[in-house]
């Protein structure tokens, strides 16, 4: 088959386009084209009044070697690649009949955990899952007790539970990793056989939606399960138990906050970026750990339809365009870079804290991206430097504890978030009443003046950048955007540093994994990360060192 990359269309081109384009661009007769596929639709919108639909085309001709030699050279035509998930090992008779301590076990089901566990459970090696939060419906209930009732469970909420932190959110599923391998068309088939839309596997910027999330979670732990996974929901890692009798750090175990002792040789960590507990476990047995840069800021709103229409003139609302998201950086003068993050289009802004008596904001949508306002992180590059992190590993959570209990103070001691417009944060004055936009966030916002919230480096950077993007997205700047706080949960704020056997620098065994580890920023990478981890373990387990 040949894949044609870069064929560009008008937006509202009829279907008889494609195959012209197709025959146009082989230079071949009607006669000699079998069948095409879109493999990838995208658009480019950097003219607003003249917005192209680029495909990706998978081709089938009658004689493909003689296309090829005709058109050796002409960029944008080759072979399609062969994108199907190989397995690298298989669970021997052997290794399935060993006791107990032979089963690999994943801590966090998240889409980390979640590929990790199905990987390994499709390699017939019968993972175990152990998961701090609930099952995803009932971890909903607990997650909606916040947004609408001011009471936050700590152990079930947006960050803890069945699939994760990305379960209550856009779904965005693009990712900027490098994918040698194709695992990422792993990842989105096996979303898509676990009902998300089939869309996602072509459309340039997937998204899945709060509800399809659900269920996807919920289908994929009935899979692994099928296979021989076991889950334990609501079953925390409180401590590893680590053999240091040898000179070096060798797994043995887990356990349980109620005192269970899991036998194992193989740990997946996989918990993600908000298990300060868990990370500071680590650090007391002394597991390598290393801060890392994230980014520290704010969420803001505008109305969807100002972004629609800045981003595609005469074309908003165009259905194949649906709701316009953007991406945004600024280098400002004091070095700093802020940037835009975790843009949700049509969505709302959600309450994230996983502790009590903090603050955090991020954003979700569900798949028709239809709510009023558009949300997007705000943030400021952060380095360890800025919070320590260059004398203590654990640094910069402390920082962000200090950033969210101070919202939290400042929103009024009650998960309201602090709030204020763009025109009285570029002007430097106490917002008091809301204007055009209406914030989303609940339990709801408490209007403020937001500077002594964050650092007054940020505050300058962010200010410096409001102007600098309203002169991309026209409108950025309006005075009644409004900003709420405290945006600090970005990435994770420690790596956990493994070797290239994946395993961690000082503890054999142990694998750290996906967004908590400092490997992946989203739900894509993160599954990604799963994948790969997954098959260390498979080769750990098989007793091979073969790792590419
Ligand atoms: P997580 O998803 O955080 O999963 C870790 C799991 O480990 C959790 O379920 C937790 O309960 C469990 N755990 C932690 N500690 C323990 C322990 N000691 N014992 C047992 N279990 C434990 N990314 C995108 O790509 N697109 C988006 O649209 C998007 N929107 C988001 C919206 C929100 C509101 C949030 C919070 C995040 C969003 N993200 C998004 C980020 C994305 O969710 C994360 O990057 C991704 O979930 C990381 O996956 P992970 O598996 O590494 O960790």
């Given at each position: 088959m040949l894949r044609l990359t870069d064929v560009h269309l008008p937006?509202?081109?009829?279907?008889?386009d494609l195959p012209a384009a197709i025959l146009a661009r082989l230079k071949?007769?009607?006669?000699?084209l079998v069948g095409y596929t879109v493999f990838r639709r995208g658009y480019d919108a950097r003219r607003k009044n003249a917005i192209m639909l680029v495909y990706t085309l998978d081709v089938t001709v009658r004689d493909e070697a003689a296309v090829l030699t005709r058109l050796q050279?002409?960029?944008?035509?080759?072979i399609t690649p062969d994108m199907e998930y190989k397995f690298v090992a298989r669970a021997t008779a052997s290794i399935a009949a060993r006791?107990?301590?032979?089963r690999p076990v994943i801590i966090g089901f998240g889409p980390c955990g979640i590929f990790a566990a199905l990987i390994l459970a499709q390699m017939g090696f019968k993972p175990i899952i152990l998961e701090r939060g609930k099952v995803v419906r009932e971890r909903t209930k607990d997650t909606w007790g916040l947004w609408r009732?001011?009471?936050?469970?700590p152990e079930s909420n947006v960050q803890f539970?069945?699939?994760?932190?990305?379960?209550?959110?856009?779904?965005?599923?693009?990712s900027g990793i490098k994918d040698p391998k194709h695992y990422s068309r792993k990842v989105l088939t096996e979303f898509v056989k676990h009902y998300?839309?089939?869309e996602i596997l072509y459309v340039s910027k997937p998204h899945i939606g709060t509800f399809r999330l659900v269920k996807m979670v919920e289908a994929m732990r009935e899979t692994i399960e099928a296979l021989g996974g076991e889950f334990r929901f609501q079953?925390?890692?409180?401590d590893l138990d680590i053999d240091d009798a040898q000179g070096g750090k060798q797994i043995r175990g887990v356990v349980l906050e109620n005192g269970e002792h899991i036998a194992t040789e193989h740990v997946v960590l996989?918990?993600?970026?908000?298990?300060r507990d868990t990370f500071q476990m680590l650090f007391d047995r002394g597991v390598y750990i290393e801060a890392k840069p994230f980014s520290i800021g704010f969420r803001i709103e505008h109305p969807q339809s100002l972004i629609d229409r800045a981003r595609?003139?005469?074309?908003?609302?165009h259905p194949l365009l649906g709701a316009a998201d953007y991406k945004l950086v600024h280098h400002c003068k004091n070095g700093r870079a802020v940037y835009s993050f975790c843009m949700c289009p049509g969505g709302t802004v959600v309450a994230a804290?996983?502790?009590?008596g903090r603050v955090v904001t991020n954003g979700m949508s569900q798949?028709?991206?239809?709510?009023?306002n558009a949300n997007s992180g705000f943030v400021v590059g952060i380095d360890p430097k800025d919070f320590g992190g260059d004398k203590h590993p654990l640094a910069g959570i402390e920082f962000q504890r200090e950033l969210e209990s101070r919202a939290f103070v400042m929103g009024g001691s009650n998960y309201d978030a602090p709030g204020q417009l763009v025109g009285d944060f570029l002007a430097g004055k106490p917002s008091k009443e809301f204007g055009s936009v209406l914030p989303s966030y609940k339990p709801g916002v408490h209007l403020t003046?937001?500077?002594?919230?964050?650092p007054a480096y940020a505050i300058e950077a962010m200010r410096e950048a409001i102007p600098a993007f309203d002169r991309q997205i026209?409108?950025?700047?309006?005075?009644?955007a409004v900003l709420t706080g405290v945006?600090?949960?970005?990435?994770?704020?420690v790596r956990i540093k493994r070797l290239d056997n994946f395993q961690s620098l000082n503890t054999k065994g142990l694998f750290p994994a996906g967004e908590g580890a400092g490997y992946a920023g989203g739900i894509l990478s993160a599954a990604v990360d799963g994948i790969k981890v997954a098959e260390a373990v498979a080769l750990s387990m098989v007793g091979s060192t073969d790792i590419h």
């Open positions: 937006l509202d081109h009829p279907d008889s071949i007769d009607a006669g000699e050279g002409v960029p944008h035509i080759g006791p107990d301590a032979a009732k001011r009471d936050l469970n539970g069945e699939g994760g932190a990305g379960t209550f959110s856009d779904g965005k599923l693009h998300a839309p089939e079953a925390k890692v409180t996989a918990v993600g970026h908000s298990a595609f003139g005469k074309f908003a609302g804290t996983s502790e009590p798949y028709s991206r239809n709510e009023r003046d937001l500077a002594p919230a964050l026209k409108g950025y700047a309006m005075r009644d945006e600090t949960r970005t990435s994770s704020p």
